[in-house]
C-alpha cells in the first residue's frame, strides 16, 4: 500500500521513517518485505515548527515498481547521429544505445575532464576556449552548476527514467524521493562521464571537438558535416540554446524554424536569513536546508514567475 502524509520530525531517519509506516499500515517490522520512501518534503505551514512529511511504498509482499522500458530495435542500415552531448543529447544517446541501435555522438566540445581544466583557465584567467568553456563540452551547458534537477515534463514515468537512470550512474539514491532532489557538481561529472562509458560499452560512439558544420538532405538521407562527413536516415539536434553559428548554418539550409516566446529575468539577491525566516520562522536551524522559493503570477499579458533559485549560494559576481 502506499501512505500519503506521515508526518514526522526534522532529521528523521529511515529506520524510524518505517517505524512509523508499520504503525500506520498496522504491520509488524519483520512481516514488512518492500519498503521504499516514495517522496520526503518539507512541511513549513507551522512556523517555527517546521516537519518533515513522507509517502511510502509498504508492504508484506514483494512489490516491485516496473522499471520504464524501452523496445528493443536493433542494428539498422544507418546508424541514429545525435549532435550535442548535454542532457537531451545524453539521453537521447542512452536510449538509442539501449534500443541497439549504436548511436554516434557528435560534440563540439571537450570530455569531462578537459572541459574542466579549460574551464578553470577561463574562470581564473578570464581566457576562453571556444571548445571547452561553461557551454560547450560534455554534460553541456548546466556542467558546472550544482546539478538541480528541474524538468517542467508532466510525464511522471519519463521522469522516474530519468532519476533512475542518474542513480544507477552513480547520483545520490535520495534524488529518487526529494521534491527538490540536485546531484552536486562532482557527482554529476562522474555520472556523466559514466553514461558516456555506457554508451560506448553499448555500441555507441562519441566524437568530441566534433562540430557539425553543415547539414544537408541528400534524397531521403541526411548529410552531417563534422570531424567527417556521415550520411543518416535520423539526427537529432539537441544543440541548446548558444550555438548561434549552428542555428545560422540550419536556416541557410531551409531548415524550418520559428521564434518562441521569450521571458526576461532580472537576477535578485535576497540574505537567506530573511528567505529562511519567512519560509520557516526562524534565521537558521541546522537541520533545515536554505529555504527558497516560487512565486507565479498570471497576467492578461503572460505572466511574471521566479524561474530558478540557488539557496544557500554565494554572490561571486
Ligand atoms: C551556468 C548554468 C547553470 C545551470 N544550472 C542548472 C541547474 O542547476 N538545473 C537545471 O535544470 N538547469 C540548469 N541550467 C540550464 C541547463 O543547463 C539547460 O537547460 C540544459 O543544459 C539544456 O540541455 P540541452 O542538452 O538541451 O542543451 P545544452 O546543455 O546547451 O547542450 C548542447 C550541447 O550541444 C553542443 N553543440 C552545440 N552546437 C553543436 C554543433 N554544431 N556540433 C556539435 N555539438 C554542438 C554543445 O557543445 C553542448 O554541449 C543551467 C545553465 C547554465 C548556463
Given at each position: 500500500m502506499i501512505l500519503h502524509d506521515l508526518f514526522l520530525p526534522l532529521g528523521s531517519t529511515q529506520s524510524e521513517v518505517?517505524?512509523?509506516?508499520?504503525?500506520?499500515?498496522?504491520?509488524?517490522?519483520?512481516?514488512?518485505?518492500?519498503?521504499?520512501?516514495?517522496?520526503?518534503?518539507?512541511?513549513?505551514?507551522?512556523?517555527?515548527?517546521?516537519?518533515?512529511?513522507?509517502?511510502?511504498?509498504?508492504?508484506?509482499?514483494?512489490?516491485?515498481?516496473?522499471p520504464v522500458t524501452f523496445p528493443?530495435?536493433?542494428e539498422r542500415e544507418y546508424r541514429p547521429i545525435v549532435v550535442g552531448f548535454g542532457p537531451a543529447g545524453i539521453f537521447a544517446a542512452y536510449v538509442l544505445a539501449l534500443a541497439g541501435m549504436r548511436p554516434l555522438v557528435l560534440e563540439r566540445g571537450l570530455p569531462m575532464e578537459k572541459r574542466i581544466k579549460k574551464v578553470d583557465v577561463l574562470w581564473q584567467e578570464g581566457v576562453l576556449d571556444p571548445k571547452g568553456n561553461a557551454e560547450y563540452g560534455e554534460g553541456g551547458a548546466g556542467a558546472f552548476s550544482d546539478g538541480k534537477l528541474n524538468s517542467g515534463i508532466k510525464e511522471k514515468d519519463l521522469s522516474r527514467f530519468v532519476l533512475e537512470t542518474f542513480v544507477k550512474f552513480g547520483a545520490p539514491e535520495e534524488i529518487l524521493y526529494l521534491n527538490k532532489p540536485h546531484i552536486g557538481t562532482d557527482r554529476l561529472r562522474d555520472t556523466v562521464r559514466r553514461m558516456r562509458e555506457e554508451i560506448c560499452r553499448l555500441g555507441g560512439e562519441v566524437h568530441f571537438e566534433a562540430q557539425m558544420t553543415d547539414l544537408c538532405a541528400d534524397g531521403a538521407l541526411a548529410r552531417v558535416t563534422a570531424d567527417g562527413e556521415y550520411l543518416t536516415d535520423r539526427v537529432v539536434l539537441a544543440i541548446g540554446h548558444s550555438a548561434r553559428d549552428t542555428y545560422e548554418t540550419l536556416l541557410s539550409r531551409g531548415f524550418f524554424m520559428e521564434n518562441k516566446p521569450f521571458a526576461v529575468g532580472v537576477r535578485i539577491e535576497q540574505l537567506q536569513r530573511d528567505i529562511n525566516q519567512a519560509m520557516y520562522g526562524v534565521p537558521s536551524a541546522p537541520l533545515l536546508p536554505p529555504a527558497d522559493y516560487k512565486v507565479v503570477e498570471h497576467t492578461a499579458q503572460g505572466g511574471v514567475y521566479s524561474f530558478c533559485m540557488c539557496p544557500g549560494g554565494y554572490v561571486v559576481c
Open positions: 518505517k517505524a512509523t509506516s508499520c504503525r500506520k499500515a498496522g504491520l509488524a517490522e519483520k512481516a514488512v518485505r518492500t519498503f521504499t520512501i516514495l517522496r520526503k518534503s518539507l512541511d513549513a505551514r507551522k512556523k517555527g515548527a517546521v516537519r518533515e512529511v513522507y509517502s511510502v511504498l509498504i508492504s508484506d509482499q514483494e512489490e516491485i515498481i516496473p528493443y530495435v536493433g
